[in-house]
């Protein structure tokens, strides 16, 4: 997939419209974590070196149409500013007459921060008309937020129909590697999907299926996979409205000849509980009344085999419930394993970018996604509504 990019666009002079995903966490008005607004800065500093002006625009939080203080980005415009070291300008809104005014005074090498989009619920629902007033803003467009690709919204995707229109750096980043994994992955490619349930992660299972060699399925998923294939899996989680997709996924699997590595061995508790006590068991059925909190050793060494072995791989979901100490071995020994791994690594979906950063292995992986559910659409396969308007 090819993009049009900021390096295709003729920048020098003009004023851009720059869509970034500031939408971090903030507690009691202070940012707690910057790295979505410093994921930005080779962007927003190549546009300042080309002798463009920015007016650069974000969500934060879900205010849901309506102006709510603390989903105010004027904290985020303060750390910007000590970021790119030079004053950044808060807008009072993103849209009318005095947004207006502040961004036709703005000369080369200035920045100016719009308020959040959402605080107006035709960001969401991408009316034309809001779409227009935000692009009259600017005279070019670029989108940095692939956290926010997978809405069609007027800050998105809407302004892209209305200005000459380029991605970021992120924003190609993160497209060049997910792409990478569903266009042309060197073999052995192994994928390594976990997490809570087989509904949300159903898609990218089938889409990766025909593309890879092996398959490692983790986490509270899985025990919906080995009750299908008639074992006993206790107390564990079990979705009953997934069971006849992951009967047809898994004979499907078979067909293909991939290799689909579930748990052998498992850590169990007496109850879901952080307090619960990890008990081993060393067989695939697990008894009555215990419930399934991690992938056991068996397990881990197998999966990371596969992993140590392959030129690609892409992981979605922890192995386990690595939020407990006492349940998060799996999840960091496959971890440490992809880390290690010579071949090319990308990590998609929040909780296991989580849990990459809680284990320090995150730096790496070659691509650490900044999108969680935009990468879990990519990875399905879906088309993406703010990068379609993007391509070449
Ligand atoms: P991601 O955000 O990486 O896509 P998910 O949101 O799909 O991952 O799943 C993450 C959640 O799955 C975690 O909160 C984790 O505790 C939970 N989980 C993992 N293994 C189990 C399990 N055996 N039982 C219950 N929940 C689990
Ligand atoms: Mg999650």
Known sequence: ????????????????????????????????????????????????????????????????????????????????????????????????????????????????????????????????????????????????????????????????????????????????????????????????????????????????????TAMVIGGGMAYTFLKVQGHSIGNSLYEEESADTARSFLEKAGELGVEVILPEDHLVASEFSEQAKAEYVDAVDIPEGKVGMDIGPRTVEKACARIRGAKTVVWNGPMGVFEFPAFAEGTRKVAEAIAECKGTTVVGGGDSVAAANAFGVADKMTHVSTGGGASLEFLEGKPLPGIEVLKK
Request: charged residues 30%; negative net charge.
């Open 1 to 212: 997939m090819e993009l049009k990019t900021v390096k295709d666009i003729e920048v020098r002079g003009k004023k851009v419209l720059v869509r970034v995903d500031f939408n971090v966490p903030l507690k009691d008005g202070v940012i707690t974590d910057d790295t979505r607004i410093r994921a930005a800065l080779p962007t927003l500093q190549y546009l300042l070196d080309q002798g463009a002006a920015l007016i650069v625009m974000s969500h934060l939080g879900r205010p849901k149409g309506e102006r709510k203080p603390e989903y105010s980005l004027s904290p985020v415009a303060e750390r910007l500013g000590e970021l790119l070291g030079r004053e950044v300008k808060m807008a009072p809104d993103c849209v009318g007459p005095e947004v207006e005014r502040m961004a036709e005074a703005l000369t080369p090498g200035e920045v100016l921060l719009l308020e959040n989009v959402r605080f107006h619920k035709e960001e969401t629902s991408n009316d034309p008309d809001f779409a227009k007033k935000l692009a009259s803003l600017g005279e070019v467009y670029v989108n940095d937020a692939f956290g926010s690709a997978h809405r069609a919204h007027a800050s998105t995707e809407g302004v892209a129909h209305l200005l000459p229109a380029a991605a970021g750096f992120l924003m190609e980043k993160e497209v060049k590697f997910l792409s990478y994994v569903l266009e042309n992955p060197e073999k052995p490619f192994v994928a390594v999907i976990g997490g809570a349930k087989v509904s949300t992660k159903i898609g990218v299972l089938e889409s990766l299926l025909s593309k890879c």
